[in-house]
């Protein structure tokens, strides 16, 4: 099964829900085979890795509210089973002990300090990286637009044999960086695909943590 046909297949199992939902775990599903090709992978691999379609429809769908999820089977001990523990409640939150919530309370000085230092370096790591990014693109599109003009320009004014080697090196100079700037222009694109992957894997894990929490 190839990637379209994958598409299509999970497509049809997913009639249940509204279509910008669908396009929604289209465009995820997409994005993740596209990920996991890049990385190395096959599409049949990466199809293959993704399990039973039928399974994979039913667990989105009750991920989405869309159908309920199957009832664990009741198993009833036998009468001289002699069990001296019952088991706590399904979805039952275990309380913390109160030395814990003691030393949580505490500590709340020095791991929020933490907390917010890990969090404020990592902000300064990504805003350094989204300025690096932007400067690499001004450069290269400033050296492409100003070659090229540069290039142009030095030959509208009227050449005389004085001016001839000057303008020659001008022009050869301005040919250069619109060079320069050309071959700089993939090198962007391709890190700001990079930048742009990583920003959603981030944020498709914060996303997922607070959906997690709540």
């Known amino acids: 099964m190839n990637r379209l046909e994958f598409i299509n297949a999970l497509g049809g199992r997913l009639e249940q829900l509204p279509k910008e939902e669908v396009q929604k775990v289209l465009d995820y599903y997409v994005e993740s085979i596209n990920d996991r090709m ?33 009832a664990a089977p009741v198993i009833v001990p036998e009468p001289d089973a002699g ?7 399904a979805g039952q939150k275990k309380r913390l002990p109160v030395w814990a919530i003691v030393l949580l309370i505490l500590g709340s000085p020095i791991w929020l300090s933490l907390g917010v230092a ?28 100003a070659g090229a003009a540069g ?14 080697a000057f303008r020659l090196l001008a022009c050869g100079v301005c040919l250069v960086l619109a060079g320069i700037g050309v071959l700089l222009l993939p090198a962007c694109r391709g ?22 929490m709540a």
């Open 118 to 145: 890990v969090a404020a370096v990592g902000l300064s790591i990504y805003i350094v990286v989204l300025a690096l990014l932007v400067a690499l693109w001004c450069i290269a599109v400033s050296f492409t637009a």
């Open 38 to 70: 890049e990385d190395g992978m096959s599409e049949e691999e990466v199809i293959e890795s993704f399990g039973d379609l039928d399974r994979l429809a039913a667990e989105i769908l009750v991920e989405q509210g869309y159908l309920a999820p199957p």
């Open 191 to 212: 890190i700001s695909g990079g930048f742009g992957r990583l920003h959603r894997r981030l944020w498709d894990k914060i996303r997922g943590r607070k959906e997690a």
């Open 151 to 164: 290039a142009v320009l030095s030959f509208l004014a009227p050449v005389t044999p004085d001016t001839l």
């Open 83 to 89: 069990l001296t523990e019952v088991p706590a409640a």
